[in-house]
């Protein structure tokens, strides 16, 4: 079991570019979750999904972010014309339904 | 809103001396309450997971909740300079799924040999 597959581990890009964060649950968990990580904020929740469907997406900023989950296997956190404040370590996070939840190692993103 | 706060910011013990962290909370209606540990660089590890007053042990790591009192702490038997890491707690929605989580600020805890 390799756990939960990040990619890449770092992203560097300009400003206003668009960013893909890519993520691989461990293989039969239902539930996945993204996390943002930063200096001032600390872990936040952004959203999850259960079942490959959307359940709460409440802490995902309105504008530029979204995230989907095509199938089973994956799921994507997608940023449009980043700006320097994105910069952070994006966590995704699997579990079976309320059993204990595998993070990853991370992204890191850089906005230059 | 869960607010989640933990203290000391930072703390430096020796090599098998115990190590107390600790961690308040604001609504005592979660379910679940979690103590992860970040090593520079990598993933959340989960030490301890405790969902009811009292004490919980897992290997050399100790939860005690206090409800009542808003606090979650965590005890490190003997630590090791291995132990050197970043302390999260974590605390649940109380609805929603309990997989769905409040962070602490985290404790920077070093192990001296």
């Known amino acids: 079991n390799a756990g939960v597959i990040q990619t890449p581990r770092h992203k560097v890009t300009g400003k206003g570019q668009e960013a893909t964060l890519w993520c691989e649950p461990i293989s039969g968990h239902s539930a996945v979750f993204w996390y943002r990580q930063t200096i001032v904020q600390g872990l936040e929740f952004l959203t999850y999904f259960r079942n490959q469907a959307p359940i709460d997406d409440s802490g995902m900023p309105k504008e530029r972010f979204s995230a989907q989950m095509p199938n089973q296997s994956h799921s994507t956190l997608k940023i449009q014309s980043t700006q320097p404040q994105d910069s952070a370590v994006y966590l995704c996070a699997s579990s079976w339904i309320q059993n204990t939840l595998y993070f990853g190692a991370g992204t890191r993103l850089s906005v230059l | 809103q869960q607010k989640v706060q933990q203290s000391p910011e930072s703390l430096t013990v020796s090599e098998g001396a115990m190590a107390s962290l600790n961690c308040t909370f604001s609504d005592g209606t979660s379910d679940n309450f979690r103590w992860y540990r970040q090593h520079s660089g990598k993933g959340l590890e989960m030490l301890v997971s405790?969902?009811?007053?009292g004490e919980k042990e897992e290997g050399r790591f100790t939860a005690h909740l206090n409800r009542a009192s808003l606090h979650v702490s965590l005890h490190i038997r003997e630590p090791q300079p291995s132990d050197s890491a970043v302390y999260l707690c974590?605390?649940?929605?109380?609805?929603?799924?309990?997989?769905?989580?409040?962070f602490g600020q985290g404790t920077v805890l070093s192990v001296i040999p």
């Open positions: 405790i969902f009811s007053d």
């Open positions: 974590a605390v649940s929605e109380a609805t929603g799924g309990n997989n769905k989580l409040t």
